[in-house]
């Protein structure tokens, strides 16, 4: 199994629990760590390896992220080089769509860079751009007259 750590600028990370609790359910296999004001990266960091250190017996951890380059994702990046301990994985640009995916998925792989690689087709196809489609009248009836 793969333990799973969201984290995020403000609220991002409790936010998606939140969320991830309503709709799925919640897992002692996913933590949620938040990066809040007044916070430093150095607080951020040791929370991380509070989460990671729960999560170590599931063998490896995908860190799901909110900003490519932010502070939570560079934090993340950082311990996946000092934690040689846990094979962590990091993936920024999360939304809920990608945090559920790996929910479900979760139990299905023992290595976080698989887990990501599936749950992120699974993520990037649940965005979609709503159109309301007209409805085309058939005139096929007619005689083209």
Do not use: W
């Not at 509070?50 to 939570?72: H, M, N, R, T, Y």
């Not at 993520?123 to 005689?143: P, R």
């Amino acid at each position: 199994m793969v333990g799973i750590v969201v984290t995020g600028h403000g609220n991002f990370a409790t936010g998606l629990e939140s969320s991830l609790k309503l709709i799925y359910g919640g897992s002692s296999h996913i933590k949620f760590v938040d990066f809040v004001e007044g916070e430093s990266t150095d607080t951020l960091k040791a929370n991380l390896n509070a989460a990671f250190d729960e999560l170590k017996e599931d063998g490896s951890i995908l860190v799901l992220s909110d900003l490519l380059g932010g502070s939570p994702f560079k934090m993340a990046v950082e311990s996946k080089f000092e934690r040689q301990d846990v094979g962590i994985q990091v993936v920024a640009g999360t939304s809920f769509a990608l945090l559920l995916a790996c929910a479900t998925m979760i139990e299905m792989f023992d290595n976080a860079r698989d887990l990501a690689e599936a749950a992120i087709v699974e993520g990037k196809d649940a965005m979609t751009l709503f159109e309301l489609e007209e409805e085309v009248e058939d005139d096929s009836d007619e005689d083209g007259i």
